[in-house]
């Protein structure tokens, strides 16, 4: 049973207009989220979280809303620019037991064309 | 200043051997994941140590599978009997619990590239 699900295995945008991932999770247990953002051949980069107290968290060029109700977050990419190319995981955490473990989805990948 | 690196980058072995990871942390960080990813998936937790002890090994999917973390630094992460199926990259995090933070944030190695023959 996958507690993080992304639907979308790629996304292709244009450079300059908008890239939207989207992630749904099962668990209400979650109370913090994350997206990571990997290269091949490297290990994920925290990109940008948010604690579930919130609906809204924004950093730069990216966005990330959440909507508790719907058990979905999504993160906005504007402009996107050609080195967004990249595999974006969803995660969550809710520290159950202690651990800060994270919970990943399968991953986007999001590629922005010149 | 380096980041979290992990040796060797790739190893190759035949089914029934045993094969040991190595993760560095981030100097100074408390905090140590080991998380495994399959081709078409993204990271799977496998354990989690607070210092030298493993605050959590419920990821770890069975008793082939031992990580170590003896001075609260390195950390091992060791397979016997490999199987086929074993075949992942093996990635790990490392982060500064601080004290009030919500969640830390996790900084991860490049990953060892793991091929069972």
């Known amino acids: 049973d996958q507690q993080v699900k992304q639907n979308s295995p790629s996304l292709s945008v244009q450079e300059g207009r908008i890239s939207i991932l989207n992630c749904d999770y099962t668990n209400s247990m979650f109370d913090y989220f994350l997206w990571y953002k990997k290269y091949p051949a490297e290990g994920p980069t925290f990109l940008i979280s948010?604690?579930?107290?919130?609906d809204k968290n924004e950093d730069g060029r990216f966005t990330v809303f959440l909507n508790k109700s719907a058990k979905h977050l999504s993160l906005h990419i504007v402009p996107s620019q050609p080195g967004d190319s990249a595999v974006y995981f969803c995660a969550a955490s809710g520290r159950q037991g202690g651990s800060e473990k994270l919970v990943f989805g399968k991953g986007t990948k999001l590629t922005v064309n010149p | 200043g380096a980041g979290v690196s992990q040796t060797p980058s790739n190893k190759v072995t035949e089914k029934g051997k045993y094969v040991e990871l190595r993760c560095d942390p981030i100097s100074g960080h408390t905090a140590l994941y080991w998380y495994r990813q399959s081709l078409g998936q993204g990271p799977e937790f496998l354990i989690y140590?607070?210092?030298?002890?493993?605050?959590?090994d419920s990821g770890l999917p069975n008793d082939r599978f031992f990580a170590v973390r003896p001075e609260g630094s390195v950390s091992t992460l060791k397979i016997q009997r490999t199987e086929r199926g074993d075949s992942a990259v093996y990635l790990c995090?490392?982060?500064?619990?601080?004290?009030?933070?919500?969640?830390?944030?996790?900084?991860f190695g490049p990953g060892t590239r793991l091929t069972v023959l």
């Open positions: 995090a490392s982060s500064l619990t601080k004290a009030g933070s919500v969640v830390d944030e996790q900084f």
């Open positions: 948010i604690s579930s107290i919130k």
């Open positions: 140590f607070q210092g030298t002890g493993a605050a959590d």
